[in-house]
């Protein structure tokens, strides 16, 4: 009987800058993480996601291909991007030209538990734990729910 087809978790083809800590096991690969970043365990980072300096990634998050985050950025624990909106009706599978990008701007905290879809964030947000940001942020701010909403403008 032959068993299921297994591929080991890893860190393959990723271009770090200096100064990373990373806590396994996690999954990076394609991917470019910035100099001092921190990447916790149980994360995975797909090909071609950029990462900046002093970004701190928390345990058990994910973070699709498609995805930029800024520099001295803080991703909480367990916080989920999203590239496929199943625009055609469910998953995208094979079809990459349904996919969108998100780009987060720097010093952007994101709330542990929150899903982040295709979207951009301006630089200065703060995001509430558990939130679904489903529109682009455009003004510097705190912002929480589900939908993410506007709580306090950034003094
Ligand atoms: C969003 C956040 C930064 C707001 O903090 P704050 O400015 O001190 O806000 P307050 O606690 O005074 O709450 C203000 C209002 O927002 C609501 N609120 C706060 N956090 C919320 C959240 N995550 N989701 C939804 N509503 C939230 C409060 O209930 C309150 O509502 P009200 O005015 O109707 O009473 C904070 O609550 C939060 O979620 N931080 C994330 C922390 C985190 O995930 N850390 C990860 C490492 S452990």
Known sequence: ??????????????????????????????????DNCFIGPFTEIQKDVVIGART????HSFVCELVSIGQD???GHGVMFINDTFA??????????????????????????STI???AIVDDVVIGAGSVVTKDITVAGTYAGNPAR??????
């Not at 087809?5 to 200096?18: L, T």
């Not at 701190?56 to 345990?59: F, K």
């Not at 506007?150 to 003094?155: H, S």
Request: with cysteine.
């Open 73 to 75: 950025c803080f991703v």
């Open 88 to 113: 055609g009706g469910g998953p995208a599978r094979g079809r990459k030209e349904l996919w969108r990008e998100t780009r987060v701007g720097n010093r952007v905290s994101i709330g542990s538990n």
């Open 1 to 34: 009987m032959s068993g299921p087809a297994r591929n080991p978790i890893g860190i393959r083809d990723v271009n770090f800058g200096v100064g990373v800590a990373v806590v396994e096991p996690c999954n990076l690969y394609g991917c470019t993480i910035g």
């Open 117 to 119: 879809l295709p979207v």
């Open 56 to 59: 701190r990634v928390q345990s």
């Open 150 to 155: 506007l709580l306090t403008l950034r003094k």
